[in-house]
T-cell receptor, first 117, second 113 residues
Framework: DAGVIQSPRHEVTEMGQEVTLRCKPI?????LFWYRQTMMRGLELLIY????????DSGMPEDRFSAKMPNASFSTLKIQPSEPRDSAVYFC???????????????FGPGTRLTVL | AQSVTQLDSHVSVSEGTPVLLRCNYS??????LFWYVQHPNKGLQLLLK??????LVKGINGFEAEFKKSETSFHLTKPSAHMSDAAEYFC???????????FGKGTRLHILP
């Protein structure tokens, strides 16, 4: 298996632009997580899905952020409009989600490094 | 409420010597505890996890951790460090009701030749 796939690996954009990050989870996994990692705040859970349904989006920082999972093999995280403080590494992870949303092992993608100028 | 504290932001050890990365947690109920490792420019990888079974948990690459409820600790150890162990390590706590997952701030492990 190729593991969790994220694209792009790096994104540089200007303030005010729309940014879309993409994730393909491991086949057969039914839980998907989006995280943000910064020096100041560490690793934070933004939102997670189970069977393509958003379960908890309380970690999404504000309305500029949105996430979708139209099918079991694809998810997007969108920022519109982007701001310099959104600069971070964004990780997608997936898990089987059978024994519990967070107790199953999560498999992380390589991340997308976002820079907003 | 849950929280996790990694007591050291940086740890340096010589190759071949023991590794100790410290983690304390706070949880209102029986937690699940994890250690993940992140190598530079990579995603996180699970080292080991504790989910209310044996208190001494063995993981990959020779790492192990012991759940000590009385001390609310879940320290990560390895008998002999290898250069390839240089990375950032995250202690993670989650609850049985799936309402939270909390990552520690991370400990960067440096291996000296």
């Amino acid at each position: 298996d190729a593991g969790v796939i994220q694209s792009p690996r790096h994104e540089v954009t200007e303030m005010g632009q729309e940014v879309t990050l993409r994730c393909k989870p491991i086949s057969g996994h039914n839980s998907l997580f989006w995280y943000r990692q910064t020096m100041m705040r560490g690793l934070e859970l933004l939102i997670y899905f189970n069977n393509n349904v958003p379960i908890d989006d309380s970690g999404m920082p504000e309305d500029r952020f949105s996430a979708k999972m139209p099918n079991a093999s694809f998810s997007t995280l969108k920022i519109q409009p982007s701001e310099p403080r959104d600069s971070a590494v964004y990780f997608c992870a997936s898990s089987h989600g059978t024994s519990g949303q967070f107790t199953d092992t999560q498999y992380f993608g390589p991340g997308t490094r976002l820079t907003v100028l | 409420a849950q929280s996790v504290t990694q007591l050291d932001s940086h740890v340096s050890v010589s190759e071949g010597t023991p590794v100790l990365l410290r983690c304390n947690y706070s949880s209102s109920y029986s937690p699940s505890l994890f250690w993940y490792v992140q190598h530079p420019n990579k995603g996180l990888q699970l080292l080991l996890k504790y989910t209310s079974a044996a208190t001494l948990v063995k993981g990959i690459n020779g790492f192990e951790a012991e759940f000590k409820k009385s001390e609310t600790s879940f320290h990560l150890t390895k008998p002999s460090a290898h250069m390839s162990d240089a990375a950032e390590y995250f202690c993670v706590v989650s609850g049985p009701r799936d309402d939270k997952i909390i990552f520690g701030k991370g400990t960067r492990l440096h291996i000296l030749p």
